[in-house]
């Protein structure tokens, strides 16, 4: 918590938090600096390691929020609301209510095995459970209460709508898809680092990023709530996407695990230098800014276009005329020639060219 608030953050989620964790985990992890991680077991935390860790940090450390991200693996809502009081009397600033977790119960349940643990993800599955759960906190707690939310449903922005209208202070949408590692093909039965066995797991990191996007994009037009959005986040720019698809704030958790902690200043330098030469006036004037163009696919109007080739930077090295559904391109005196009546503007070749030789533009009227 120190080192995190050093760092410059402007807070961190203690986590997780149970009245008393239904097994005692060893963090396990699949890594891939490449793709992203997977978390398939953790150690947790009980009640009143909780709220130690919550009051030790607000005893030690000024000017640092921090949430208390809590479960409860049980049907009752009583236990959401022990949890949520005792952190708030342990000083947290906002209960994180954890509907995303997937390694209680999701594994079990997905093998068809009835006696799964509840709560984490299984909780955000329901829109049912996921606005009773965040009455029940809002009954017991003054402190704003977050709602974490599993990707793992059809339909997200449903679950965001529900725990607004139960009252909840803001949503939480942050990786937890659940994955599996590659196994060894040497070994097919290694699959996780020390670990007998293999649980479908949390996604985090660059793979979780897309799909994040979509996540905070279609739930920020579906409620008025704050958004906190992450999945991926790895650079400045990461951050300043995801606020301008609808996210108030953003979280990182994975790549600080990875790169540590000073990629924290780092960012928030390159993003105050980004606000301050595009002329916002701060990190409000983000949010939404792409959502005006987020519509149904009916209603998108493709452009004409093709792409142009700069011939400053084309060296003709050919790897545009790779695209293996592509005959629109050939090389004719050492640079790329497209010939427009054969492209069908995918923009591959333009994802593919090393040196940014080639651009999109529009070609006809439309
Ligand atoms: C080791 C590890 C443990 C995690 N434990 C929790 C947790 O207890 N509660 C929670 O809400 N999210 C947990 N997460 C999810 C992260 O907070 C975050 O939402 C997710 O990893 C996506 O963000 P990232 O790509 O920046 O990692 C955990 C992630 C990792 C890597
Ligand atoms: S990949 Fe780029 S540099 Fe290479 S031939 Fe195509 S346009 Fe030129
Ligand atoms: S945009 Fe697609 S179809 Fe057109 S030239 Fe490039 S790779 Fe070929």
């Excluded at 409860?72 to 954890?98: P, V, Y």
């Excluded at 209680?104 to 068809?112: P, V, W």
């Excluded at 142009?308 to 293996?324: F, H, I, Q, R, S």
């Amino acid at each position: 918590m120190r080192k995190c608030a050093e760092s410059g953050a402007a807070g961190a989620s203690a986590k997780l938090t149970f009245i008393k964790q239904p097994f005692y985990g060893s963090l396990r992890m699949y890594n891939n600096v490449k793709e992203g991680s997977i978390v398939c077991h953790d150690r947790r935390l009980d009640m009143e390691e909780g709220q130690a860790l919550i009051s030790q940090t607000r005893a030690a450390i000024s000017d640092f929020v921090v949430f208390a991200n809590i479960t409860h693996a049980a049907e009752d809502l009583d236990g959401w609301a022990l949890l949520a009081r005792k952190m708030e009397e342990a000083g947290a600033h906002a209960i994180e209510a954890n509907m995303i977790c997937p390694n209680l119960g999701m594994t079990a349940r997905r093998l068809g095995q009835a006696a799964a643990p509840t709560g984490g993800g299984s909780v955000g599955q329901s829109v049912q459970s996921a606005a009773a759960v965040t009455r029940v906190l809002k009954e017991s707690v003054r402190i704003p209460v977050i709602c974490k939310l599993t990707p793992n449903v059809t339909n997200i922005a449903d679950i965001a709508a529900a725990c607004e209208e139960a009252g909840a202070d803001g949503v939480c949408m942050a990786g937890g898809q659940l994955s599996l590692p590659p196994m060894d093909i040497y070994n097919p039965t290694a699959v996780y680092p020390l670990m007998d066995g293999a649980a479908m797991g949390s996604l985090g990191g660059p793979a979780s990023r897309l799909m994040g996007f979509a996540m905070v994009a279609s739930t920020a037009r579906r409620v008025s709530l704050p958004i906190i959005g992450g999945g991926g986040i790895e650079k400045w720019e990461h951050a300043v996407q995801y606020m301008m698809w609808g996210a108030t704030l953003a979280t990182i958790c994975t790549a600080i695990m990875w790169r540590g902690f000073e990629i924290v200043p780092t960012m928030i330098r390159k993003m105050e230098r980004f606000l301050e030469s595009q002329g916002y006036n701060g990190y409000e004037d983000l949010i939404g800014l792409s959502l005006p163009t987020l519509r149904a696919a009916r209603d998108l109007e493709p452009i004409v276009g093709a792409p142009m080739v700069d011939a400053e930077l084309c060296n003709g090295c050919g790897l545009c005329l790779k695209p293996g559904h592509c005959d629109a391109i050939r090389i004719e005196n050492g640079l790329a020639t497209v010939y427009t009546e054969n492209c069908v503007a995918c923009g591959i070749c333009v994802a593919v060219c090393p040196r940014q030789a080639l651009r999109m533009s529009r070609t006809g009227s439309s």
